[in-house]
């Protein structure tokens, strides 16, 4: 074998085969070539070794050209020669290995930005999945939204497994539709294993497919096809979620298999008007008609309700219809009382039907926010603080003007680790961020949300507020110049920055300019910046005066970031809410405007 040069061919072989495959590795993706092109390449040098160790050990390089190897004189030097050859052909190959190795360790995998060490870092945990939508293989919108209810009960019954960490649904969600390379997707969600599979649904009868790949190199781990009944829709959901489990060498004892069983909402109906009721809800923030678009949610939610009263999630995603009406001035004092006895009711139905621990805490403090009793806040944001999860909140923000203005950002980044293509994971963040003193945090987070997102009018409004926390005003005037002008908060930002510079007259000009009314809840906070206390009181008095008043102050200061945006002798009923916390008054100024003197 020494003689024939096999071992050097051997050698040589598998460092060209290396070679070709971390290069088809990096440049395949680039091209948007598919999984099996890399496996195909893979396939082929593996199969090509034997050949090659065949033709080493029958065959013969020569000055003369290849011959058999039983035809070569060997009395020269010839085969030595060969020899020489060869081991100069492998020291030049493993200097390209030893050369890409390097660079791709000590180059391409540093940061490129000196923030970068300041982001949260998506940490890959080796129990870890993405449920990708299953893909709807009929034209049926109805069925899509079937897909998408399967895909989620599934994602719930994971998030149960204990050590197991299951991406959230928005990120998961975000690739629906789309032909992204798993490896891609992978590491963008902080994931080492992916299920995805398809759905047909022709009347009762239903065939699944699922599979279960391994991000790294898109191996299937597992798959199976399922064609049954509707009525067996939640056992085949149960044996996917074992199968997987099992796949990943998870051991199921009897009260993990309760507890993946008791989540969910088994009811196929149920589960369908749930996605319709979150694909508007979803489609309404950033609308201008916000209240009216959740209240059509709000109807469709009724109907999964009706079919699953239990039905946790459906009751606090119908708590946001109720809060945005509050926090809406265009309406009457009849309509806010009425609107607040809802919220209360259907906040206290999902608190009774929630199963998480986390969500139930999070459900809690929204309880207390809206009721007239704030003395258990303190209690509430502790019982938050010390629970793990990656459940949904969304009043939770709130937290900073109670005095917690630095734990928080930890339960923030927990949610952004979980959720990173969440928009407002990725705004919670950066507004705890800002709470915490750490804009370049919260620059570094808002900068990979425009890269992955896309551009978005309401992160480049929070930039503008970090660049202002910095005192670098001209960046912070060129972001909020992209923010939303309908918005009733990020619309106000471009107003905000000449005011932090101390240019109170550019301030008021702007707001002339574009006839802004200001009549809004968070328009306390551009009288606060320009100074006008007396305007800042007597709107923050009329306000306190409402149904939902206290709640609504309280977002007023939150996002205010300026301490306190109005007098509290200015509004006895806030004042009393804030006295029961036992919190200190006024919060701490994050962001200071000069012509605030109080």
């Known amino acids: 074998l020494k003689r024939r040069n096999v071992f050097r061919v051997a050698i040589a072989y598998t460092i060209i085969g290396w070679v070709?495959?971390?290069?088809?590795?990096?440049?395949?993706?680039?091209?948007?070539?598919?999984?099996?092109?890399?496996?195909?390449?893979?396939?082929?040098?593996?199969l090509g070794f034997p050949v090659a160790l065949i033709f080493a050990w029958a065959y013969e390089i020569t000055p003369e050209g290849v011959k058999l190897e039983r035809d070569v004189d060997r009395t020269g030097s010839i085969t030595r020669k060969t020899g020489r050859k060869l081991d100069l052909i492998i020291v030049g190959l493993m200097a390209i290995a030893i050369a890409y190795f390097a660079v791709d360790k000590f180059v391409l995998n540093q940061p490129a930005d000196e923030h970068i060490a300041a982001k949260p870092q998506k940490t890959t945990s080796e129990l870890s999945i993405a449920v990708l939508p299953f893909a709807n293989m009929t034209a049926d919108k109805e069925n899509e939204f079937f897909a998408d209810g399967l895909s989620e009960e599934l994602l719930n019954v994971l998030s149960q497994v204990q050590d197991l960490k299951v991406t959230g649904r928005t990120s998961s969600f975000f690739y629906k539709g789309k032909n992204e390379d798993l490896r891609k997707i992978g590491k963008t969600l902080g994931v080492t294993n992916i299920l995805e599979g398809s759905v047909r649904r022709q009347g009762d009868a239903v065939r699944i497919t699922a599979q279960l790949v391994r991000a790294e190199d898109g191996f299937h781990i597992w798959s199976k096809t399922y064609e049954r009944t509707l009525d067996d829709v939640f056992a085949i959901q149960d044996d996917i979620s074992e199968s997987v489990a099992r796949a990943l060498h998870i051991v199921l004892d009897d009260e993990n298999r309760e507890r993946m069983r008791a989540v969910g909402v088994r009811d196929v109906d149920a589960f369908i008007a749930y996605q319709k009721g979150l694909e508007i809800s979803r489609l309404a923030h950033g609308t201008e008609e916000i209240v009216p678009t959740l209240k059509r949610a709000v109807d469709v939610l009724d109907e999964a309700i009706a079919l699953v009263p239990e039905f946790s999630a459906a009751y606090y995603l119908k708590s946001d219809y109720y809060a945005h009406f509050l926090m809406d001035p265009g309406h009457s004092e009849s309509e806010r009382e009425e609107a607040l006895v809802e919220l209360r009711s259907v906040l206290d139905l999902a608190f009774a039907t929630a199963q998480n621990p986390s969500r139930r805490a999070f459900i809690d403090f929204d309880r207390v926010l809206f009721s007239d009793d704030w003395q258990?806040?303190?209690?509430?944001?502790?019982?938050?603080?010390?629970?793990?999860?990656?459940?949904?909140?969304?009043?939770?923000?709130?937290?900073?003007?109670?005095?917690?203005?630095?734990?928080?950002?930890?339960?923030?980044?927990?949610q952004y680790d979980c959720n990173p293509l969440d928009l407002f994971a990725n705004l919670d963040l950066i507004l705890a961020a800002h709470w915490a003193g750490q804009p370049e945090l919260a620059l570094a987070v808002s900068e990979d949300?425009?890269?992955?997102?896309?551009?978005?009018?309401?992160?480049?409004?929070?930039?503008?507020?970090?660049?202002m926390l910095l005192g670098r005003f001209d960046e912070a005037a060129k972001e909020a110049a992209k923010g939303d002008p309908d918005d009733p908060f990020y619309g106000r930002v471009p107003v905000l920055v000449p005011a932090a510079r101390g240019d109170v007259e550019a301030a008021r000009r702007m707001i002339v300019e574009q006839s802004m009314e200001l009549?809004?809840?968070?328009?306390?906070?551009?009288?606060?910046?320009?100074?006008?206390?007396?305007?800042?009181?007597?709107?923050?008095?009329?306000?306190?005066?409402?149904?939902?008043?206290?709640?609504?102050?309280?977002?007023?200061?939150?996002?205010?970031?300026?301490?306190?945006?109005?007098?509290?002798?200015?509004?006895?009923?806030?004042?009393?809410?804030?006295k029961e916390t036992g919190a200190p008054w006024p919060p701490v100024t994050i962001i200071k405007y000069p012509a605030k003197d109080w």
Not at 388 to 409: M, N
Not at 451 to 467: D, M, N, Q, T, Y
Not at 535 to 548: F, P, V
């Open 376 to 414: 258990k806040m303190p209690s509430r944001i502790e019982r938050a603080l010390d629970l793990d999860g990656c459940a949904d909140h969304i009043w939770f923000q709130l937290a900073p003007i109670f005095g917690y203005t630095e734990r928080p950002l930890e339960i923030h980044r927990r």
């Open 20 to 46: 070709l495959a971390q290069v088809g590795d990096l440049i395949f993706p680039t091209f948007g070539a598919p999984d099996w092109v890399l496996k195909v390449l893979v396939s082929l040098v593996i």
């Open 449 to 467: 949300a425009l890269k992955v997102l896309g551009p978005h009018p309401w992160v480049s409004a929070e930039r503008a507020r970090a660049f």
């Open 519 to 578: 009549d809004d809840p968070f328009d306390i906070i551009v009288y606060a910046a320009i100074g006008d206390r007396e305007a800042a009181n007597s709107t923050a008095a009329r306000i306190d005066k409402q149904a939902g008043g206290t709640a609504v102050l309280a977002t007023v200061t939150n996002e205010c970031l300026c301490g306190a945006p109005f007098d509290l002798e200015t509004t006895p009923n806030f004042a009393t809410r804030i």
